[in-house]
T-cell receptor, first 117, second 109 residues
């Protein structure tokens, strides 16, 4: 159980393109989902917390107009990287929290490797 | 000082060895502790989830929490080449996970 699906797994696109990444919880409902960014050989950096039916909460230093998050249902959150540039190239990973408690474990998708040319 | 400290390794062991992975933390408010395994180019996979001090065992894996010392460990018995991955400790605070840097483990046949 507790499967999170992330799509696409790999994106290569030109500078200035907007890219949408989907995160779905397949066998549980997730009121809260999270978006992370990971650089090579580094740990995960939380970008934003996505709550179903409300606005996302962004971490300090993350541009909310650059990284648009929508959490329209209990099983789907999307991250749109708007007008992407080479410095946005990274590994983006989503997670979904199982259950209602704040400290319930998070289950992760397999990430999206974004390359901006 | 980082809230969660983890030796990044790399750690290389022969197949069959017992592996010990550790994290220390500075915030005594942490109450929930997790270990994740991450294979290259994949997302982290939850291995262990613990709350109180003490040991929790699941197959070849044992998680140990010592809140008095602010120290957590993950032991892997009879390590296999398929255990080669990066292991991340994580702690929960206010619904957010605080990760260690991750330890890169290589198990040699």
């Amino acid at each position: 159980g507790a499967v999170v699906s992330q799509h696409p797994s790999r994106v290569i696109c030109k500078s200035g393109t907007s890219v949408k990444i989907e995160c779905r919880s397949l066998d549980f409902q997730a009121t809260t989902m999270f978006w992370y960014r990971q650089f090579p050989k580094k740990s995960l950096m939380l970008m934003a917390t996505s709550n179903e039916g409300s606005k996302a909460t962004y971490e300090q230093g993350v541009e909310k107009d650059k990284f648009l998050i929508n959490h329209a249902s209990l099983t789907l959150s999307t991250l749109t990287v708007t007008s992407a540039h080479p410095e946005d190239s990274s590994f983006y990973i989503c997670s979904a929290r199982e259950g209602g408690g704040l400290d319930q474990p998070q289950h992760f998708g397999d990430g999206t490797r974004l390359s901006i040319l | 000082q980082k809230e969660v400290e983890q030796d990044p390794g790399p750690l290389s062991v022969p197949e069959g060895a017992i592996v010990s992975l550790n994290c220390t933390y500075s915030n005594s408010a942490f109450q929930y502790f997790m270990w994740y395994r991450q294979y290259s180019r994949k997302g982290p996979e939850l291995l262990m989830y613990t709350y109180s001090s003490g040991n929790k065992e699941d197959g070849r894996f044992t998680a140990q929490v010592d809140k008095s010392s602010k120290y957590i460990s993950l032991f892997i018995r009879d390590s296999q080449p398929s255990d080669s991955a990066t292991y991340l400790c994580a702690m929960s605070r206010g619904g957010k996970l605080i990760f260690g840097q991750g330890t890169e483990l290589s198990v040699k046949p």
